[in-house]
């Protein structure tokens, strides 16, 4: 449907029509980079699900590949579901995947690379005895799926991983040990559990530095590292993640800070973002993680486009040192090899309720970083007003004017700010009463069509002494990836606009305070497209 490819990313990983799910199985192998993707290959809507496969040099230029895995068995003909890899010190591939039998019972099946020396893992073997595992004793049938990556366990040749389930409405983490990927042991303690928040999906468990700025292989252990819980939340659909400390020979990990969001952690990020995985990067030795972005409209609006789905920018994901209680997710670097030439580069002057148009080429198709600084004074005059609270869920948006915020820019607008999504920041006075500065994306005038999500996302963001207020966004035609305070908090908005495409996409930034001017350092890249097509097969 021509009328709405404008819609379509110029720099995002998307097949090139039907729909896409949960990035499965990320990994490294003989110079590529490989990703896996729920797929269904005939239509765009949730179905036949399959293992779409593509692979590229950067993380940025895909090329297709042929489907990975097809539903052609018993144990997994309604769905090969997600699944992860883990790589064997001999390297050895072991992938690991729910199968969603003739029965509707969700096992755990295994497959892997038919010829290790092919660097494009084009043929992928299924186990013959599969499944390796089915639901224990206890645990549903329809609640047990998406194993992790393993990890070296205490003893020699031991490997463990966690597959996500619930008991009740408690979320929990089941935990196997294996040494050989086709038979497996349940441990009788569960990795973490969390009452009332239901079905863990896509669990992610992997260790971060709390010292250096490297990334660490799934199976590191030692002084100097914390490990993060990542579940991703059935009943709302949010990534949640949790960072706390591992002990591996007692099995047990404890979260730094039960009492955040009831020991389930913090979000990945507030926006459209779901069933997102890492893997460790040998090549630059950093942990990488990518991330579902689904669609806010209808399924008739879907299928009548054609595709469903992008994933997001793969993010390096870091230990965040100065807070010590929040990840810094960043694009990967490779991103900007897609800036064309030198940014231009903005000082804003902005008076309370003021927007200035940023004249920019292409601005469907930007790569933004802003700066702001706000009046010493008029925070002082936040922390002695009386009004305390604020969230941008509840708030009314960016329309919505404080003494302190919205400040930010906005971006997929068109010249007459029909369609606008701002991105902002929000300082108010928090419960403890000092200034709490709150990060937000209000998608309520993104788009004039109807029948697509229009809420403000966001949440409270930590800004320590001597720190700007600094956000870094990826437009991408209908996708926005906001990244705040070096990567703190994160929103993802997936936007739907209809007059603010392509050519007529502006740029703006905005202080929309009624009782502060705050300063705008703008600099702007146009990105180029990433021009993902079919890998030329024929050329090998
Ligand atoms: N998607 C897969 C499941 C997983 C869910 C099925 C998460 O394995 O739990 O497509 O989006």
Redesign the pocket.
Known sequence: NAMLSWQRTAYHFQPQKNWM??PNGPLYHKGWYHLFY?YNPDSAI?GN?TWGHAVSKDLIHWLYLPFAMVPDQWYDIN?V??GSATILPDGQIMMLY?GDTDDYVQVQNLAYPANLSDPLLLDWVKYKGNPVLVPPPGIGVKDF??PTTAWTGPQNGQWLLTIGSKIGKTGIALVYETSNFTSFKLLDEVLHAVPGTGMW??VDFYPVSTEKTNGLDTSYNGPGVKHVLKA?L?DNKQDHYAIGTYDLTKNKWTPDNPELDCGIGLKLDYGKY??SKTFYDPKKQRRVLWG?IGETDSESADLQKGWASVQSIPRTVLYDKKTRTHLLQWPVEEIESLRAGDPIVKQANLQPGSIELLHVDSAAELDIEASFEVDKVALQGIIEADHVGFSCSTSGGAASRGILGPFGVVVIADQTLSELTPVYFYISKGADGRAQTHFCADQTRSSVAPGVAKQVYGSSVPVLDGEKHSMRLLVDHSIVESFAQGGRTVITSRIYPTKAVNGAARLFVFNNATGASVTASVKIWSLESANIRSFPLQDL
């Open positions: 799910n949960d729920q949730w699900i769905g579901w997600t729910t799926r998406d999906e896509c991703s059935d779901y069933a579902w």
